[in-house]
């Protein structure tokens, strides 16, 4: 009796979706100096304008020195970005010509690292640009506030909102708990506004004139 032939078919498997395959710690570089600039754009501008407004009610005096303020920490936070990210660069460029020159990596996991390598521009611009929308914020929450304790009230309230969202915008795109993000950036942005306040009012408080 012949033998029966068998004939085994593979099925392969489907691929994981575009969500499961997706490296999210790719995004760590930019999404860090991004999330770094806004909230730091957000709070150290806010925290400027609130201890202004604790010594002066003057608006005008509020507007320039936030956008003082945005244009200083942009320029500090595009060079500082840079210059750590290129400091970053050169180690890990320096790393991979040692593994090179001992036969530590073959030509696939060459190309593979340099793919990942940190872009210092890259770095730079997003954080000085992030910085600077999330400057804007307490701006315009003053630009069109007549009375000076309704105006500190908004500026408050408008930079709360905008470190939720930007807290709740970091923990999706880095697939981390969104409670914990924003409670930590809220929490953290008070805590500077309400501490420049305090000390700028005790300051105008013991009779110095501004």
């Given at each position: 009796?012949?033998?029966?032939?068998?004939?085994?078919?593979?099925?392969?498997?489907?691929?994981?979706?575009?969500?499961?395959?997706?490296?999210?710690?790719?995004?760590?570089?930019?999404?860090?100096?991004?999330?770094?600039?806004?909230?730091?754009?957000?709070?150290?501008?806010?925290?400027?304008?609130?201890?202004?407004?604790?010594?002066?009610?003057?608006?005008?005096?509020?507007?320039?020195?936030?956008?003082?303020?945005?244009?200083?920490?942009?320029c500090s936070m595009a060079?500082?970005?840079?210059?750590?990210?290129?400091?970053?660069?050169?180690i890990e460029r320096a790393?991979?010509?040692?593994?090179?020159?001992?036969?530590?990596?073959?030509?696939?996991?060459?190309?593979?690292?340099?793919?990942?390598?940190?872009?210092?521009?890259?770095?730079?611009?997003?954080?000085?640009?992030?910085?600077?929308?999330?400057?804007?914020?307490?701006?315009?929450?003053?630009?069109?506030?007549?009375?000076?304790?309704?105006?500190?009230?908004?500026i408050v309230a408008a930079?709360?909102?905008?470190?939720?969202?930007?807290?709740?915008?970091?923990?999706?795109?880095?697939?981390?708990?969104?409670?914990?993000?924003?409670?930590?950036?809220?929490?953290?942005?008070?805590?500077?506004?309400?501490?420049?306040?305090?000390?700028?009012?005790?300051?105008?408080?013991?009779?110095?004139?501004?």
């Amino acid at each position: 009796m012949a033998a029966q032939n068998h004939v085994q078919i593979t099925i392969p498997k489907e691929n994981q979706s575009s969500e499961e395959d997706f490296d999210y710690s790719q995004r760590a570089q930019w999404l860090r100096a991004a999330v770094l600039g806004a909230n730091d754009g957000l709070v150290s501008v806010a925290s400027l304008m609130m201890g202004v407004g604790a010594v002066q009610e003057n608006v005008k005096t509020m507007i320039i020195t936030g956008f003082a303020g945005l244009f200083a920490g942009a320029c500090s936070m595009a060079i500082g970005e840079f210059v750590s990210v290129y400091s970053q660069l050169d180690i890990e460029r320096a790393q991979m010509n040692r593994d090179k020159a001992t036969g530590g990596q073959n030509r696939e996991h060459e190309e593979g690292n340099k793919e990942q390598l940190p872009n210092p521009f890259q770095a730079a611009g997003a954080s000085s640009i992030a910085f600077s929308l999330g400057a804007i914020v307490p701006i315009l929450a003053a630009a069109f506030i007549a009375n000076h304790k309704v105006r500190l009230a908004v500026i408050v309230a408008a930079v709360s909102l905008a470190l939720v969202a930007f807290g709740v915008i970091g923990a999706f795109l880095g697939r981390s708990p969104i409670v914990k993000s924003c409670a930590r950036v809220l929490i953290g942005g008070w805590m500077a506004m309400a501490i420049t306040f305090g000390l700028t009012k005790l300051i105008g408080s013991t009779g110095l004139e501004i």
